[in-house]
Protein backbone atom coordinates (compact mmCIF):
# COMPACT_ATOMS: atom_id res chain seq x y z
CA UNK A 1 0.00 0.00 0.00
CA UNK A 2 1.63 2.76 -1.21
CA UNK A 3 1.08 6.23 0.31
CA UNK A 4 -1.19 7.41 -2.52
CA UNK A 5 -2.96 4.81 -3.19
CA UNK A 6 -7.21 5.17 -2.36
CA UNK A 7 -6.40 2.38 0.80
CA UNK A 8 -3.68 4.76 2.05
CA UNK A 9 -5.56 8.12 1.20
CA UNK A 10 -8.75 6.58 2.72
CA UNK A 11 -6.93 5.55 5.93
CA UNK A 12 -4.94 8.81 6.62
CA UNK A 13 -8.32 11.23 6.01
CA UNK A 14 -10.11 8.83 8.61
CA UNK A 15 -8.15 8.31 11.21
CA UNK A 16 -6.96 12.57 11.10
CA UNK A 17 -11.37 13.36 10.94
CA UNK A 18 -12.32 10.27 13.66
CA UNK A 19 -10.38 12.56 16.41
CA UNK A 20 -11.24 16.21 15.17
CA UNK A 21 -15.10 15.83 16.62
CA UNK A 22 -13.06 15.62 19.50
CA UNK A 23 -11.07 18.60 18.68
CA UNK A 24 -14.21 20.62 18.00
CA UNK A 25 -15.72 20.16 20.90
CA UNK A 26 -12.81 22.51 22.27
CA UNK A 27 -12.85 25.02 19.95
CA UNK A 28 -16.85 25.78 21.57
CA UNK A 29 -17.09 28.23 24.15
CA UNK A 30 -15.39 31.78 24.27
CA UNK A 31 -14.95 32.44 20.24
CA UNK A 32 -17.89 32.07 18.56
CA UNK A 33 -18.25 29.03 15.97
CA UNK A 34 -18.34 31.02 12.57
CA UNK A 35 -15.68 33.18 13.96
CA UNK A 36 -13.40 30.06 14.55
CA UNK A 37 -14.48 28.14 11.05
CA UNK A 38 -13.23 31.31 9.54
CA UNK A 39 -9.66 31.01 11.52
CA UNK A 40 -9.66 27.21 10.68
CA UNK A 41 -9.87 27.56 7.30
CA UNK A 42 -7.99 31.03 6.78
CA UNK A 43 -4.78 29.62 8.86
CA UNK A 44 -5.11 26.31 6.43
CA UNK A 45 -4.95 28.03 3.66
CA UNK A 46 -1.78 29.88 4.10
CA UNK A 47 -0.40 27.24 5.14
CA UNK A 48 -1.61 25.07 1.85
CA UNK A 49 -1.11 28.14 -0.39
CA UNK A 50 2.51 28.46 1.47
CA UNK A 51 3.34 24.64 0.23
CA UNK A 52 2.11 25.28 -3.32
CA UNK A 53 4.47 28.29 -3.90
CA UNK A 54 7.56 26.39 -2.14
CA UNK A 55 6.49 23.04 -4.66
CA UNK A 56 6.13 25.83 -7.81
CA UNK A 57 2.51 24.90 -8.12
CA UNK A 58 0.83 27.65 -9.80
CA UNK A 59 -1.88 29.58 -7.93
CA UNK A 60 -3.44 31.51 -10.91
CA UNK A 61 -6.92 30.45 -12.37
CA UNK A 62 -9.45 31.96 -14.94
CA UNK A 63 -12.12 33.77 -13.54
CA UNK A 64 -14.39 30.79 -14.24
CA UNK A 65 -12.43 28.36 -12.52
CA UNK A 66 -12.34 30.60 -9.51
CA UNK A 67 -16.34 30.84 -9.61
CA UNK A 68 -16.43 26.57 -9.33
CA UNK A 69 -13.26 26.80 -7.02
CA UNK A 70 -15.44 29.70 -4.57
CA UNK A 71 -18.47 26.89 -4.80
CA UNK A 72 -16.62 24.37 -3.73
CA UNK A 73 -14.94 26.29 -0.83
CA UNK A 74 -17.94 28.17 0.32
CA UNK A 75 -19.96 24.81 0.52
CA UNK A 76 -17.03 22.09 1.54
CA UNK A 77 -15.35 23.87 3.74
CA UNK A 78 -17.66 27.08 4.94
CA UNK A 79 -20.89 26.65 5.46
CA UNK A 80 -20.75 22.85 6.09
CA UNK A 81 -18.41 23.90 9.13
CA UNK A 82 -20.65 26.47 10.38
CA UNK A 83 -23.50 24.42 10.57
CA UNK A 84 -21.32 21.49 12.05
CA UNK A 85 -19.91 23.58 14.57
CA UNK A 86 -23.26 24.81 15.69
CA UNK A 87 -24.90 21.51 15.53
CA UNK A 88 -22.46 20.84 17.93
CA UNK A 89 -23.15 23.24 20.43
CA UNK A 90 -26.70 21.43 20.69
CA UNK A 91 -25.74 17.41 19.93
CA UNK A 92 -23.13 15.52 21.34
CA UNK A 93 -19.93 15.37 18.58
CA UNK A 94 -21.11 11.09 18.52
CA UNK A 95 -24.79 12.07 17.42
CA UNK A 96 -23.27 14.39 14.97
CA UNK A 97 -20.93 11.81 13.26
CA UNK A 98 -24.39 9.68 13.04
CA UNK A 99 -25.73 12.24 10.82
CA UNK A 100 -22.69 13.16 9.22
CA UNK A 101 -22.36 9.47 8.13
CA UNK A 102 -25.63 9.99 6.31
CA UNK A 103 -23.41 11.22 3.53
CA UNK A 104 -23.00 8.04 1.87
CA UNK A 105 -26.74 8.27 0.91
CA UNK A 106 -26.45 12.07 -0.42
CA UNK A 107 -23.89 11.56 -1.94
CA UNK A 108 -24.36 8.91 -4.88
CA UNK A 109 -28.13 10.55 -5.01
CA UNK A 110 -26.34 14.17 -5.79
CA UNK A 111 -24.17 11.74 -8.13
CA UNK A 112 -26.71 10.79 -10.35
CA UNK A 113 -28.52 13.47 -10.35
CA UNK A 114 -25.67 16.01 -11.22
CA UNK A 115 -23.59 13.14 -13.59
CA UNK A 116 -25.87 10.56 -14.18
CA UNK A 117 -23.59 8.09 -11.92
CA UNK A 118 -25.56 5.22 -11.71
CA UNK A 119 -26.99 3.99 -8.22
CA UNK A 120 -26.91 0.60 -7.88
CA UNK A 121 -28.51 -2.12 -5.59
CA UNK A 122 -24.55 -2.73 -4.30
CA UNK A 123 -24.42 0.94 -3.26
CA UNK A 124 -27.48 1.39 -1.09
CA UNK A 125 -27.34 -2.03 0.45
CA UNK A 126 -23.27 -0.75 1.77
CA UNK A 127 -25.00 2.82 2.53
CA UNK A 128 -27.43 0.99 4.69
CA UNK A 129 -25.36 -1.32 6.75
CA UNK A 130 -22.46 2.04 7.54
CA UNK A 131 -25.49 4.26 8.91
CA UNK A 132 -26.92 1.20 10.55
CA UNK A 133 -23.70 0.57 12.20
CA UNK A 134 -22.79 4.14 13.12
CA UNK A 135 -26.00 4.67 14.53
CA UNK A 136 -25.82 1.39 16.66
CA UNK A 137 -22.51 2.90 18.19
CA UNK A 138 -24.39 5.58 19.82
CA UNK A 139 -27.82 4.14 20.63
CA UNK A 140 -28.20 6.30 24.06
CA UNK A 141 -27.28 9.41 22.29
CA UNK A 142 -30.03 8.78 19.72
CA UNK A 143 -32.40 7.81 22.83
CA UNK A 144 -31.66 11.18 24.18
CA UNK A 145 -32.28 12.76 21.09
CA UNK A 146 -36.20 11.72 20.89
CA UNK A 147 -36.72 14.23 23.50
CA UNK A 148 -36.65 17.27 21.40
CA UNK A 149 -35.38 20.46 22.97
CA UNK A 150 -31.60 20.57 21.97
CA UNK A 151 -30.96 17.29 20.76
CA UNK A 152 -33.58 18.23 18.00
CA UNK A 153 -32.29 21.23 16.58
CA UNK A 154 -28.61 19.71 16.59
CA UNK A 155 -30.36 16.75 14.59
CA UNK A 156 -31.51 19.64 11.73
CA UNK A 157 -28.13 21.38 11.86
CA UNK A 158 -26.45 17.94 11.63
CA UNK A 159 -28.43 16.99 8.59
CA UNK A 160 -27.57 20.59 7.29
CA UNK A 161 -24.26 20.34 7.42
CA UNK A 162 -24.14 16.95 5.72
CA UNK A 163 -26.22 18.27 2.92
CA UNK A 164 -24.25 20.94 1.85
CA UNK A 165 -20.97 18.89 2.26
CA UNK A 166 -22.38 16.22 -0.21
CA UNK A 167 -23.05 19.30 -2.77
CA UNK A 168 -19.64 20.70 -1.96
CA UNK A 169 -18.01 17.19 -2.72
CA UNK A 170 -20.54 17.63 -6.10
CA UNK A 171 -18.53 20.55 -6.62
CA UNK A 172 -15.14 18.70 -6.04
CA UNK A 173 -15.81 16.33 -8.61
CA UNK A 174 -17.05 18.90 -10.98
CA UNK A 175 -13.51 20.97 -10.32
CA UNK A 176 -11.33 17.77 -10.42
CA UNK A 177 -13.18 16.89 -13.92
CA UNK A 178 -12.23 20.12 -15.23
CA UNK A 179 -8.43 20.07 -14.88
CA UNK A 180 -8.44 22.12 -11.46
CA UNK A 181 -5.31 20.34 -9.32
CA UNK A 182 -6.42 19.27 -6.23
CA UNK A 183 -3.46 21.33 -3.73
CA UNK A 184 -3.91 24.26 -5.65
CA UNK A 185 -7.60 24.03 -5.84
CA UNK A 186 -7.99 23.74 -2.24
CA UNK A 187 -5.84 26.02 -1.42
CA UNK A 188 -8.07 28.95 -2.88
CA UNK A 189 -11.28 26.67 -1.87
CA UNK A 190 -10.14 27.02 2.02
CA UNK A 191 -9.88 30.70 1.32
CA UNK A 192 -13.15 31.40 0.08
CA UNK A 193 -14.32 29.05 2.86
CA UNK A 194 -13.04 31.26 5.34
CA UNK A 195 -14.64 34.14 3.40
CA UNK A 196 -18.22 32.23 4.03
CA UNK A 197 -18.06 32.00 7.35
CA UNK A 198 -16.74 35.46 7.89
CA UNK A 199 -19.63 36.30 5.79
CA UNK A 200 -21.92 34.30 8.28
CA UNK A 201 -20.24 35.98 11.35
CA UNK A 202 -20.99 39.50 9.97
CA UNK A 203 -24.67 38.47 9.53
CA UNK A 204 -25.05 36.87 12.71
CA UNK A 205 -23.43 39.73 14.40
CA UNK A 206 -21.00 37.62 15.59
CA UNK A 207 -18.19 39.17 18.14
CA UNK A 208 -14.61 38.86 16.91
CA UNK A 209 -12.57 37.67 19.45
CA UNK A 210 -9.77 35.01 20.58
CA UNK A 211 -9.27 32.75 23.09
CA UNK A 212 -5.53 32.48 23.93
CA UNK A 213 -5.95 29.24 26.56
CA UNK A 214 -3.64 26.41 25.12
CA UNK A 215 -6.52 24.12 24.69
CA UNK A 216 -8.21 26.35 21.91
CA UNK A 217 -4.49 27.58 20.35
CA UNK A 218 -3.63 24.01 19.87
CA UNK A 219 -6.88 22.56 18.97
CA UNK A 220 -7.06 25.13 16.87
CA UNK A 221 -3.69 24.60 15.02
CA UNK A 222 -4.50 20.61 14.57
CA UNK A 223 -8.13 21.19 13.28
CA UNK A 224 -6.41 23.66 10.69
CA UNK A 225 -3.19 21.65 9.65
CA UNK A 226 -3.94 18.36 10.42
CA UNK A 227 -8.24 18.11 10.36
CA UNK A 228 -8.15 20.54 7.46
CA UNK A 229 -4.87 20.66 5.14
CA UNK A 230 -3.66 16.84 4.84
CA UNK A 231 -6.83 15.39 5.66
CA UNK A 232 -8.40 17.47 3.07
CA UNK A 233 -5.91 16.72 0.83
CA UNK A 234 -6.05 12.80 0.95
CA UNK A 235 -9.86 13.36 0.92
CA UNK A 236 -10.07 15.52 -1.93
CA UNK A 237 -7.34 13.32 -4.16
CA UNK A 238 -9.59 10.27 -3.06
CA UNK A 239 -12.54 11.54 -4.71
CA UNK A 240 -10.66 12.23 -7.20
CA UNK A 241 -9.49 8.93 -8.01
CA UNK A 242 -12.60 7.08 -7.03
CA UNK A 243 -15.27 8.97 -7.73
CA UNK A 244 -18.01 10.73 -4.44
CA UNK A 245 -19.85 7.56 -3.67
CA UNK A 246 -17.08 5.31 -3.07
CA UNK A 247 -14.96 8.17 -1.06
CA UNK A 248 -17.80 8.82 1.23
CA UNK A 249 -17.51 6.13 3.04
CA UNK A 250 -14.83 7.85 5.03
CA UNK A 251 -17.85 9.41 7.28
CA UNK A 252 -18.48 5.88 7.93
CA UNK A 253 -15.47 4.93 9.32
CA UNK A 254 -14.65 8.28 11.20
CA UNK A 255 -17.09 7.30 13.94
CA UNK A 256 -15.07 4.04 14.40
CA UNK A 257 -12.03 5.82 15.16
CA UNK A 258 -13.98 8.52 16.95
CA UNK A 259 -15.44 6.21 19.31
CA UNK A 260 -11.74 4.14 19.49
CA UNK A 261 -10.21 7.80 21.08
CA UNK A 262 -13.42 8.04 23.46
CA UNK A 263 -12.76 5.14 24.73
CA UNK A 264 -9.09 5.96 25.20
CA UNK A 265 -9.75 9.38 26.70
CA UNK A 266 -13.00 9.66 27.76
CA UNK A 267 -14.31 6.17 29.40
CA UNK A 268 -16.59 5.23 26.74
CA UNK A 269 -17.99 1.93 27.75
CA UNK A 270 -18.53 -0.62 25.07
CA UNK A 271 -21.71 -2.85 24.77
CA UNK A 272 -22.36 -5.35 22.53
CA UNK A 273 -24.73 -3.54 20.42
CA UNK A 274 -21.89 -1.01 19.81
CA UNK A 275 -19.58 -3.93 18.69
CA UNK A 276 -22.06 -5.62 16.64
CA UNK A 277 -22.24 -1.57 14.78
CA UNK A 278 -18.46 -1.68 14.44
CA UNK A 279 -18.92 -4.85 12.46
CA UNK A 280 -21.92 -3.75 10.44
CA UNK A 281 -20.11 -0.39 9.82
CA UNK A 282 -17.15 -2.18 8.39
CA UNK A 283 -18.76 -4.63 6.51
CA UNK A 284 -20.24 -1.62 4.55
CA UNK A 285 -17.46 -0.24 3.92
CA UNK A 286 -15.71 -3.08 2.74
CA UNK A 287 -18.81 -3.74 0.31
CA UNK A 288 -18.24 -0.23 -1.09
CA UNK A 289 -14.85 -0.19 -1.05
CA UNK A 290 -13.99 -3.45 -2.63
CA UNK A 291 -13.50 -3.86 -6.36
CA UNK A 292 -16.02 -4.33 -8.72
CA UNK A 293 -15.96 -7.56 -10.56
CA UNK A 294 -16.18 -6.84 -14.35
CA UNK A 295 -19.29 -7.55 -16.02
CA UNK A 296 -19.24 -11.24 -18.28
Known amino acids: MTLRSPAALFTLATLIWGSTWLAIKFQLGTVPPE ?8 IASLVLAAWCALTGRSLR ?34 LVAVLFSTIVFMNPIGARMAFGTPLTTRTLVAAALGVVGV ?53 SGMAYGALAAALVAMLMGARWSFDFRATYVVSLLYLAVFGTVVAFGSYLTLLKRVGPTRASYVAVATPIVAMALSTAFEGYRWTLLAGFGVVLALVGNRLALSPRRPSA
Open 35 to 42: VSVAYRFA
Open 61 to 94: FSRRAHAFIALQGALLFGFNYVTVYWAERYATSG
Open 135 to 187: ALLFVPELSRARFGGDAALGIVLGLVSTAIASAGNLAATRNHDAGIPVLTGAA
